[in-house]
């Protein structure tokens, strides 16, 4: 077997931090109750964030670079707790634009004071160069990535 340890990669090092920050913020707007996870609180946050646009699920897919089955799966989830509607496009009944309900607005402010919370929480923990430079490699990073 290979002695190359995959802990100390990018991509593994990348993913174990956001999974830890998921976690996090789960379990803070658990505690909100609100009963949402991350991902169903950045879905929230991305209709809430275009309301004023007529968005559709392949929208909200795109932006959030999932597939359009598990963006499907988090809309229905949070069509069934009342944050979300479902509206027919006029013209096109294969699409529907999504909308946050008031309930859902109320979430999605919890989330984004949680994300918030957290972020600023973990920017106390480094310099302002050092963050400077995170972002900086992070930009290299995704533009490298986004190549291949």
């Known amino acids: 077997m290979n002695?190359?340890?995959?802990?100390?990669?990018?991509?593994?090092?990348?993913?174990?931090?956001?999974?830890?920050?998921?976690?996090?913020?789960?379990?803070h707007i658990a505690s909100l109750n609100d009963d949402v996870t991350m991902k169903q609180g950045a879905v929230l946050y991305f209709i809430a964030r275009s309301a004023n646009e007529?968005?559709?699920?392949q929208d909200i897919a795109e932006m959030m670079d999932i597939n359009k089955s598990a963006t499907l799966r988090t809309i229905d989830i949070l069509e069934k707790k009342g944050f979300v509607k479902r509206f027919?496009?006029?013209?096109?009944?294969?699409?529907?634009?999504?909308?946050?309900?008031?309930?859902?607005?109320?979430?999605?402010?919890?989330?984004?004071?949680?994300?918030?919370?957290?972020?600023?929480?973990?920017?106390?923990?480094?310099?302002?160069?050092?963050?400077?430079?995170?972002?900086?490699?992070?930009?290299?990073?995704?533009?490298?990535?986004c190549e291949e």
């Open 88 to 145: 027919p496009v006029p013209n096109d009944r294969r699409k529907n634009r999504i909308e946050v309900t008031k309930q859902g607005l109320k979430v999605v402010d919890a989330f984004i004071e949680s994300v918030k919370e957290k972020d600023m929480d973990l920017k106390k923990s480094v310099t302002d160069e050092e963050l400077k430079a995170f972002f900086k490699v992070m930009g290299i990073l995704r533009k490298k990535v």
């Open 54 to 57: 007529d968005l559709i699920q």
């Open 3 to 27: 002695n190359w340890d995959i802990t100390k990669s990018i991509g593994y090092s990348v993913m174990n931090l956001a999974r830890q920050i998921s976690r996090n913020v789960n379990q």
